[in-house]
């Protein structure tokens, strides 16, 4: 069973103070490891797709980057406007799978200005 | 790119009414997409997936006959939720999957689901 560890929960930043976020997995054949942002009362916006280990992508402020194990969410200098929970899914390679996604529990990143 | 859309995006009805909910890919088609129920401060919970042209597979616990879904094109997909009681008041959310070499999941704003 695919499995995926979201860490911290919650994080408070300052504007500018620069973290980072970090989500484990187990999955059986990794497809894909997909980041997401959710605001309050709107569905998640698609951020970044992972898929292998090395691979590195940016968008703006955000960087992410994937591992065996783990994905970390890399947050330069952030703005009250990055305030927001972020979501880590795998999509895993199990037979039947479907393309389904294994969402983390997310990070509440709020910065504060 | 990849825009999806749900309609509506809030609804209040009476308990015991059915209330329909759509899913639509706007710029691209799906042959498959997700509908997922999202409590309070937790992730979104996958309740079933939508094929165009075959039956729904639902997630164990999620109840077929109380959620229906119908996925009658490869831009829409529906999901009813038949004689609505107060315990299915949620936030649901849609999902399309892109396809082409890159299976990604892109998600509609929601709908927020109040039964009195």
């Known amino acids: 069973e695919d499995q995926v560890t979201q860490s911290p929960e919650a994080l408070r930043l300052q504007e500018g103070e620069s973290s980072s976020l970090n989500c484990s997995y187990t999955v059986s054949g990794l497809r894909g490891l997909f980041w997401y942002r959710q605001d309050p009362g709107k569905g998640p916006e698609f951020l970044f797709t992972?898929?292998?280990a090395g691979e590195e992508k940016e968008k703006e402020r955000l960087k992410a980057t994937l591992t065996k194990k783990e994905s970390f969410l890399h947050i330069t200098a952030p703005k009250p406007e990055d305030s927001a929970t972020y979501l880590c899914a795998v999509q895993g390679g199990s037979g039947g799978s479907n393309y389904k996604l294994t969402f983390g529990k997310g990070t509440l990143l709020t910065v504060n200005p | 790119g990849a825009v999806v859309s749900q309609h509506p995006s809030r609804v209040i009805c009476k308990s015991g009414t059915s209330v329909k909910i759509e899913c639509r890919s706007l710029?691209?088609?799906?042959?498959?997409m997700f509908w997922y129920r999202q409590f309070p401060k937790q992730s979104l919970m996958l309740m079933a997936t939508s094929n165009e042209g075959s039956k729904a597979t639902y997630e164990q616990g999620v109840e077929k006959d109380k959620f229906l879904i119908n996925h009658a094109s490869l831009t829409l997909s529906t999901l009813t939720v038949t004689s609505a009681h107060p315990e299915d008041s949620s936030f649901y959310i849609c999902?399309?999957?892109?396809?082409?070499?890159?299976?990604?999941?892109?998600f509609g704003p929601g709908t927020r689901l109040t039964v009195t």
């Open positions: 710029d691209f088609q799906a042959t498959t």
């Open positions: 992972l898929y292998s």
């Open positions: 999902s399309a999957l892109t396809s082409g070499g890159f299976y990604e999941q892109y």
